[in-house]
């Protein structure tokens, strides 16, 4: 058509292009601005390059962006979207820096974009710096909520809550989006009190919160202790007739499954659409926190009787249900059927059949899975060495995580855990007492945490060194929890060690006074030693108080098969 034959008449074109454009059609695009000699226009180029920017087709980009004889501002920052959205964000830090020095005046989209970069990188470190760019151009002051929400939310993703309430008390103009980026940081950081108090002052300065502000609050609520707190929550969304909303009904059966509330579990999971498959996901991943596991095939194999799609998030949901069963033959039909429907090349639900082999003891199926993940992230490593270490393979342990170390694999305190446990249980000492310390010398981690601790009282005392485990109790530069004090304790009665023993069992005595665990274990480190008549008094003083030692217990599954 004729006003196509202009350059303004091609951007118009552009602009009302298929969204997102396929690969295919950009090219064609591309093909008719040089058949109609726009190759050298700045407003046909740049229109161009965000064509294929939108498509993800980010090596013609690029390409496109280096034949380009001129370059204005929307230029570059049409570059930057591309490559902050794509699978190298870096590539946008670079591009902007280039930007910088070619002279060219950074845009609020291009601050924007980059800053989006830096939250995808996790990198605060470069976020500070190009936040000091802003100031100094004048892109984030009240003319800019975009670059100030931008802003908030790249701190708060780079696990800095403190400066990401620093910038949205600094910023004039707020709207819902910037207080949501600062709510969805504060749940990131597991400070649901945080969260509470920014909604009510969200709510005081005017700005009503939206699905994505109490879905972010809601999701901050992940422990036994947050349920009272989760539950006023629940209230304000009723309140605000949002509780049949498909994220804010996810949110909720995740929130009331991490506290361990299977009664409002239920109630919620009433309201549930069975062709709702965000929620669907929701349930049968809750019920596998909840050790439902049954339950969750359940639900699964209803949710394929009425038509409702499943996804990668389905199928990592009903992997780690199974992984937390007793039977392996439902996992395996949940694995063909990965196979028949296409998606078994994706990472999470590689990981899900490699840590559900694993924890069935089918460690070489584990592996084999394992050898086929094209790009294994961390949470495939720990999957492996848990498997390793649930079933006692210490040694294979060890030389995973030198594979690790070899790879320049980051470990965190998960793999930490994980190593420790398994040289603790094959009697692997030397070993790990050097990973311990290689957590506090290398810089891997801050330093190790409680359950860190426990595993290497757990293997000092396992080999007979209680002095030193108990030694190191009283060093700990974090106050001892229970679980430490009960794994010296046990290796105290293994080992018939009666005078640390009392001393032990009287620190986890005062932390927890109606624990029956510590009773136990001191009345048979008195009967292992043979004093008879000191077991029995510690066997009365429990039934003076009241304490019973929870009876140990048993099941067997029975079999389902997948529909």
Not at 213 to 241: I, M, N, W
Request: glycine share 8%.
């Amino acid at each position: 058509m004729r006003h196509v034959r202009t350059p303004r008449g091609f951007v118009q074109l552009l602009a009302g292009a298929e969204v997102p454009p396929s690969r295919s059609a950009a090219g064609q695009f591309h093909a008719a601005s040089t058949k109609l000699g726009f190759a050298a226009n700045v407003f046909a180029g740049t229109a161009l390059l965000n064509l294929y920017c939108r498509s993800r087709c980010l090596r013609e980009a690029q390409q496109l962006f280096d034949e380009m004889p001129e370059k204005s501002s929307v230029t570059w920052s049409s570059l930057i979207y591309g490559h902050a959205r794509s699978r190298d964000p870096g590539l946008a830090v670079e591009a902007f820096g280039r930007m910088v020095r070619a002279g060219a005046s950074p845009t609020a989209s291009a601050m924007s974009s980059v800053l989006v970069a830096c939250a995808r990188m996790e990198d605060a470190g470069i976020g500070a710096m190009l936040h000091g760019v802003a100031l100094k151009c004048g892109v984030c002051g009240s003319s800019s909520v975009v670059v100030g929400t931008v802003l908030v939310d790249m701190y708060a993703k780079c696990h800095d809550v403190s400066a990401a309430r620093r910038v949205l008390e600094e910023t004039e103009e707020k709207n819902v989006a910037t207080f949501t980026a600062l709510v969805s940081g504060f749940a990131s950081a597991r400070k649901p009190l945080d969260a509470m108090v920014l909604v009510r002052e969200m709510q005081q300065s005017g700005v009503a919160p939206n699905v994505m502000t109490y879905s972010s609050l809601l999701s901050s609520f992940a422990s036994p202790e947050d349920l009272d707190h989760g539950r006023q929550a629940h209230c304000a969304v009723v309140k605000k007739g949002l509780e049949h909303n498909p994220y804010v009904l996810s949110t909720l059966l995740t929130m009331y499954s991490k506290c361990g509330s299977l009664e409002d579990f239920r109630k919620v999971q009433t309201a549930v659409s069975c062709q709702d498959q965000v929620s669907l996901n929701s349930v049968i991943s809750g019920l596998s926190s909840l050790g439902r596991g049954d339950e969750a095939f359940h639900q699964f194999m209803v949710m394929r009787r009425n038509g409702a799609d499943t996804d990668v998030f389905t199928f990592a949901s009903m992997l780690k249900a199974i992984g937390n069963s007793s039977s392996l033959l439902e996992g395996r039909q949940v694995h063909a059927l990965i196979l028949k429907t296409g998606h078994e090349s994706g990472v999470n639900v590689q990981n899900g059949l490699i840590s559900m082999y694993a924890r069935h003891g089918e460690i070489g199926e584990s592996t084999d899975v394992f050898a086929s993940v094209r790009a294994p992230d961390l949470v495939s490593w720990n999957s492996l060495l848990s498997g390793y270490a649930q079933h006692g393979y210490g040694q294979e342990v060890v030389q995973v995580f030198e594979q690790m170390r070899r790879l320049n694999v980051q470990p965190d305190h998960t793999t930490f855990l994980l190593v420790l446990t398994a040289c603790s249980r094959v009697g692997l000492v030397d070993k790990g007492l050097e990973y311990f310390n290689l957590m506090k010398t290398d810089g891997f981690l801050a330093g190790a945490r409680q359950e860190h601790y426990v595993c290497i009282v757990d293997l000092l005392g396992r080999a007979g060194h209680l002095r030193e485990a108990e030694s190191l109790v009283h060093d700990m530069p974090i106050e001892p929890g229970v679980s430490v004090y009960r794994a010296l304790l046990s290796a105290c009665q293994i080992h018939g060690n009666l005078e640390i023993a009392i001393r032990v069992s009287a620190h986890l005595i005062k932390l927890y006074p109606h624990d029956s665990s510590a009773h136990v274990q001191l009345s048979k480190a008195f009967a292992g030693d043979g004093h008879w008549g000191s077991a029995a008094e510690v066997r009365e003083a429990m039934a003076g108080k009241g304490i019973v030692k929870n009876p140990a217990w048993s099941c067997v599954e029975g079999q389902m098969q997948v529909a």
